[in-house]
């Protein structure tokens, strides 16, 4: 079946550097994309989104990408610091009839900063 | 400005109980979604409502469960007969429109003994 995953459970950085989180996708016609940051015991936080007609999108400090041909989507934190300290969760919406009409939510990975 | 109100945070039902949860969207914001996340898992769609009306309900299990969102008041996700496997964290989402950022809020942590 359709469904967006995440290459690695975990990931841990040294504070300053900068932080790259992966996250694949099958189904081809989706077509908007989300990463959400969710800390312990809180909802999910809205980070930074991108639709399909873009490769590229810049936040601030985080940017991410969206590569269709291999149906990839990253999260790039520049200068990462303690407070990014959370589960990042990919997720997309593969109907048309809305961009958060029904999103699909990958399992999410782990990102530790190291002091 | 309040954000997305879930109550309440922590709900322990024994089983065959009812469950009632409830969320109170951001002032203005008319379309709500409820969503279910078991332990280290990512958030499972249940069901969007649009002010007294179901979207779509598609991730809703077929009994026992029901969604609500009156004209007036939070919208409702209401479990009947709880069982030990519905124990989980239940997180509604509010937007503007359909097409614009939804907002979480903290979620229902529902612990079914």
């Known amino acids: 079946g359709e469904n967006v995953g995440l290459h690695l459970p975990t990931l841990s950085v040294q504070e300053g550097d900068n932080s790259i989180i992966n996250c694949a996708y099958s189904?081809?016609?989706?077509?908007?994309f989300i990463w959400y940051k969710q800390e312990s015991g809180k909802g999910p936080q809205f980070i930074i989104d991108i639709r399909s007609n873009m490769d590229k999108r810049q936040g601030q400090r985080v940017t991410v990408l969206l590569n269709k041909t291999v149906k990839h989507l990253s999260l790039q934190i520049a200068a990462t610091q303690p407070g990014d300290s959370a589960v990042y969760f990919c997720?997309?919406?593969?109907?048309?009839?809305?961009?958060?009409?029904?999103?699909?939510f990958g399992k999410g990975i782990t990102l530790s900063v190291r002091p | 400005n309040a954000g997305v109100m879930q109550n309440p945070r922590h709900l322990v039902r024994r089983r065959g109980q009812e469950a009632r949860l409830r969320c109170s969207p951001v002032k203005g914001h008319s379309h709500v979604y409820w969503y279910r996340q078991l332990p280290e898992e990512g958030l499972k769609f249940m069901v969007y409502?649009?002010?007294?009306?179901?979207?779509?309900e598609s991730g809703m299990p077929k009994e026992r469960f029901s969604a609500e969102f009156p004209k007036e008041g939070p919208s409702i996700l209401r479990i009947q007969q709880v069982v030990r496997g519905d124990s989980a964290a239940y997180f509604c989402a509010s937007s503007e429109t359909v097409n614009t950022e939804a907002f979480f809020g903290q979620g229902t942590r529902l612990t079914v003994v």
């Open positions: 409502l649009q002010k007294e009306n179901i979207i779509d």
């Open positions: 189904n081809s016609a989706s077509d908007y």
């Open positions: 997720a997309e919406n593969p109907e048309v009839s809305g961009a958060n009409s029904k999103l699909t």
